[in-house]
């Protein structure tokens, strides 16, 4: 079955630090991904996406990912992570083939910051 | 008011009761997305309009329907619901229905069910 998997459901980091989360997903054709953040009490916020071209992309608040073809992956990066970027992390793709344009979504992983 | 809004924020209801829940979005967006957030558990997409028609019923029980008046509202009308219904229900918006088009999301509405 077509599939998005984080693998890590909590991740606890200093502030400063860098971080990675993981990406997995599972489909025939390269999808679009996503990477989406939800702060405490709040809706979800588009972090950074990708369709195709450079593998390595940036995105808003210093995040980057970077899409690996040959892994299945799509993880996210930041080289020093701030207190204020803990929050819940969602991995989400978009399959590209014709008539299936629904988002799935990842479990999310949960981001600690310790100070 | 700016971006995707929902009311209420929080919302305790009987097995029942009826209750609707409202998104407004004041993007200029023709799509419109109600999700299910439960604990553990990926965002589970419910219903999908596109210029007020609906293109996406992910099976969703009968006990949940949905309506939308305009490009601009969606609401979700519960009634007789169960406890298992109890999550976070995220409103979104898009520009267009396509899996290109970026999503923007309301900050949801608390849902127990008693």
């Known amino acids: 079955a077509q599939s998005v998997t984080q693998p890590d459901i909590h991740i606890t980091v200093s502030e400063g630090a860098s971080l990675e989360l993981r990406c997995n997903y599972s489909?025939?054709?390269?999808?679009?991904l996503f990477w989406y953040v939800q702060s405490p009490g709040q809706g979800l916020q588009l972090l950074l996406k990708y369709f195709s071209g450079d593998t390595l992309v940036q995105g808003i608040k210093g995040f980057e990912a970077e899409f690996k073809r040959s892994q299945s992956s799509f993880n996210l990066r930041k080289p020093s992570v701030h207190w204020s970027d803990a929050a819940e992390y969602f991995c989400a793709v978009v399959p590209t083939n014709f008539g299936n344009e629904k988002l799935t979504f990842g479990t999310g992983t949960r981001l600690t910051i310790i100070p | 008011e700016t971006g995707v809004t929902q009311t209420p924020r929080h919302l305790v209801m009987g097995m029942t009761n009826k209750k609707s829940l409202k998104c407004e979005q004041h993007?200029?967006?023709?799509?419109m997305y109600w999700y299910k957030q439960s604990a553990k558990k990926p965002l589970e997409l419910m219903f999908v309009?596109?210029?007020?028609?609906r293109v996406e019923n992910n099976s969703v029980p009968s006990r949940f329907s949905p309506e939308c008046p305009n490009s601009s509202h969606l609401f979700l009308h519960l009634h007789t619901l169960q406890p298992e219904d109890s999550a976070l229900y995220l409103c979104a918006s898009s520009q267009d229905w396509g899996g290109g088009y970026e999503q923007y999301f309301g900050p949801g509405t608390r849902l127990t069910v008693t």
């Open positions: 489909y025939g054709a390269t999808p679009y």
């Open positions: 993007l200029g967006h023709n799509a």
């Open positions: 309009y596109s210029l007020e028609e």
